[in-house]
């Protein structure tokens, strides 16, 4: 790599590695404990064993990088030739992944810039992609963080889950609203609302929840160009129709990708998980 700013991101961008290859983007990954293993997301643990965990209700827990793991990437990357470092993350309402990095920016060999996207998945993705495009086009790094900054304003996230369960262990929910939900059989969805998770509506049947998330995602989509991102835990089937049924109704969608989640996000959102991710250019 020899472009002068190098974009540095985490294992929750779900980006696909032919895509990081190609806009030189690094990965740090999180750490997922599945019983007494230590995996790394994306590499080590699979989102099948991951599902598999969640339905026997196996413990899974998660975990930052360490500074020590941020302040060897920043080494490796200064090293291949940056001049300075975009490293970009999860909301830090959901992990310490931002401050692992914060304090390995202290002592890095070149300047690194540390932005709390508060997004996740594709919504963090596409924030990287973003400053990816402003560095090829020559941008500084000043630049490139203010494509991230103006690409996660504009970015919108919702969610199915079968279930708040899963959102309530991992403390990302209320206890309250989990109850709610389950007391009354809905089926929630979920929004990315300041870099939490928040229940936005409760629908009484999943197909039903289902096509609101596409509504919602097709008004978010409105007419202007934009990206789109469908994501799922243990549920392809509902990702496809739903990526189709968008690709036929958003008229100047760009880029449309379907991906499974990795076991950080899916840990706490449990099998069945249908998202949308909505970003214009």
Do not use: W
Not at 221 to 230: K, L
């Amino acid at each position: 790599m020899s472009r002068h700013v190098a974009i540095v991101t985490d294992s929750t961008a779900y980006l696909p590695p032919q895509t990081m290859e190609r806009h030189h983007i690094t990965a740090v990954p999180l750490t997922v404990v599945l019983g007494d293993q230590a995996l790394e997301d994306g590499t080590e643990v699979s989102a099948r064993a991951l599902a598999l965990a969640l339905q026997k209700r196996r413990p899974v827990t998660t975990s930052r990088p360490s500074p020590e793991t941020f302040a060897a990437t920043y080494r490796a990357t200064a090293q291949a030739g940056a001049t300075g470092i975009v490293s970009l993350h999860l909301s830090s309402e959901f992990s310490g992944t931002y401050d692992a990095a914060v304090l390995a920016a202290r002592d890095a060999p070149v300047p690194v810039r540390v932005v709390d996207t508060r997004m996740v998945a594709m919504a963090l993705g596409f924030c990287a992609l973003a400053a990816a495009d402003a560095v090829d086009a020559g941008g500084t790094l000043d630049e490139a963080v203010a494509s991230v900054e103006k690409r996660a304003a504009a970015t919108t996230a919702h969610f199915y889950v079968d279930t708040l369960e899963y959102l309530r262990r991992g403390g990302r929910i209320g206890a309250a609203q989990a109850l709610l939900g389950s007391a009354l059989a809905v089926k929630p969805l979920l929004q990315l609302d300041g870099g939490r998770i928040e229940l936005l509506e409760k629908v009484r049947t999943a197909s039903k929840a289902i096509a609101r998330l596409e509504e919602i995602a097709v008004e978010r989509a409105g007419a202007g160009h934009v990206d789109i991102a469908v994501h799922h835990l243990a549920a392809p089937e509902r990702a496809s129709a739903l990526a189709e049924r968008l690709r036929s109704r958003v008229p100047n969608l760009a880029e449309l990708h379907v991906s499974e989640v990795g076991a950080v996000i899916g840990a706490h959102t449990g099998p069945g998980l249908l998202g949308a991710v909505v970003s214009p250019r």
